[in-house]
């Protein structure tokens, strides 16, 4: 909640955006990447150990180098679609719109996808990633929301 002369409540989430949503997408790609290793592969994965660290932490970079961008747009959009609801915003208020910021980037992958030489559907795949961070990074908004709510509600009571 930000403080102000306006005693209406303000809500920013920002952070939660910008810092949940890359590291949740790259938790998630690296859950995919090693699940497909360990199921395909005949290796110990006890022996693999330093490679898993070393992967984890590439793609965790790579995921917030990437990602930043697209969480900064989709945090934008979300508070802009969430604002009307505000006041009276339940969790499935704060899912939709988070379902809604992250369909308004369908377009992106659907006009590269014909210009891509193996017409592989890693655009699609990043758009459920995609989607998949920004309903937790909602969830946990909604959770931060009702917490600076509470706080607002006993202030204006007393």
């Not at 005949?42 to 070393?54: A, F, G, R, T």
Request: charge should be positive.
């Amino acid at each position: 909640m930000k403080k102000g002369n306006n005693p209406q409540l303000q809500f920013d989430n920002f952070p939660i955006f910008i810092l949940g949503g890359p590291a949740i997408a790259g938790i998630t790609i690296f859950i995919a990447f090693f699940l497909s290793d360990f199921f395909t592969s005949d290796e110990y994965i006890i022996q693999d150990i330093p490679n898993l660290i070393s992967g984890f932490f590439i793609i965790f970079i790579l995921s917030y180098l990437f990602g930043l961008l697209p969480a900064i747009v989709t945090s934008f959009i979300f508070n802009r679609i969430i604002k009307r609801y505000i006041r009276s915003a339940k969790l499935y208020h704060f899912i939709a719109c988070g379902a809604f910021s992250v369909l308004l980037w369908l377009p992106v992958p659907l006009l590269i996808y014909p210009f891509s030489v193996n017409k592989s559907h890693y655009a699609l795949g990043l758009i459920s990633i995609m989607l998949y961070s920004s309903l937790i990074c909602s969830y946990l908004s909604w959770r931060s929301f009702k917490k600076q709510l509470k706080i607002f509600n006993s202030r204006a009571a007393a």
